[in-house]
């Protein structure tokens, strides 16, 4: 288990002045790049036992946090 934060910028790296313009121009991928931040840290506070929780409900939000990463890059690989 990664103890990392799993930030945008470090999951796409070559996609991070795309990633600037959709946040700026398109209010869904905005939305869904919020709530993939929120929930990563709270993955990652999850992790490094500053606000432990469930096992369940960490993998819970470990697959929320892959879905949202998943629609993320369908918007960015169209773009």
């Known amino acids: ?3 990392t934060p799993h930030e945008l ?3 796409f790296p070559d996609k991070v002045e795309m990633m600037s313009a959709l946040k700026q121009s398109d209010a869904h ?3 869904l790049a919020e709530e993939y931040h929120e929930i990563n840290r709270q993955v990652h506070r999850a992790e490094t036992n500053v ?3 469930e096992q369940l409900a960490e993998e819970t939000l470990r697959k929320q946090r892959a879905a949202l990463k998943d629609q993320i890059w369908g918007i960015l690989s169209k773009a």
């Open 1 to 3: 288990m990664s103890h």
């Open 9 to 11: 910028a470090e999951e």
């Open 29 to 31: 991928f905005a939305k």
């Open 51 to 53: 606000e432990p929780m």
